[in-house]
């Protein structure tokens, strides 16, 4: 079964949830806020894509950090701040079990879903053009499965 990882009031999170019920795609919420963030899971995802593309810099939460708290930034940083802050993390999440999906296209959700949607490792996918967003969706091969 797919995870979905997010907080439940995010519009994007909310969007993603509603195209999975709808095309009858079975899966399990896992709320960062109320289910926790713990600092394995947030190293698995990590290793499984990069920190980079899972820090979201557009959020309203990295535009309240302090100058200092930005600066010189490494992936132990970038860790212990989605830790602290979880609002940091671009979301959802999608564990396709093979793969993330990190941010929501309905297109590339069923691209790979489907299983037509090409394999990339850690490679983010060309954005897509849409009206109501402009979030990058990026596709990450699972490189380890989780002990």
């Known amino acids: 079964m797919h995870t979905l990882y997010g907080i439940k009031n ?13 095309h009858d795609i079975a ?16 190293t698995n995802l990590i290793a499984r894509s990069d920190w980079q ?10 535009r309240q950090l302090s100058d200092a708290q930005k600066a010189d930034l490494t992936g132990q940083r970038a860790l212990q701040l989605m830790l602290n802050t979880p609002t940091l993390i671009k979301r959802p999440v999608l564990d396709t079990g093979d793969q993330l999906v990190i941010g929501f296209k309905d297109g590339i959700y069923a691209a790979y879903l489907s299983g037509t949607g090409p394999t990339i490792a850690h490679a983010s996918c060309p954005p897509q053009a849409d009206t109501e967003s402009t979030e990058n969706t990026h596709l990450h091969e699972r490189n380890t499965r989780p002990a």
Do not use: I, M
């Not at 995010?10 to 709808?22: E, H, I, N, S």
């Open 10 to 22: 995010c519009d994007t999170v909310k969007k993603a949830r509603l195209w999975l019920d709808q």
């Open 27 to 42: 899966y399990r919420f896992h709320d960062f806020r109320s289910d926790g963030l713990t600092p394995e899971l947030l």
């Open 53 to 62: 593309t899972l820090l979201n810099r557009n959020s309203t939460s990295w």
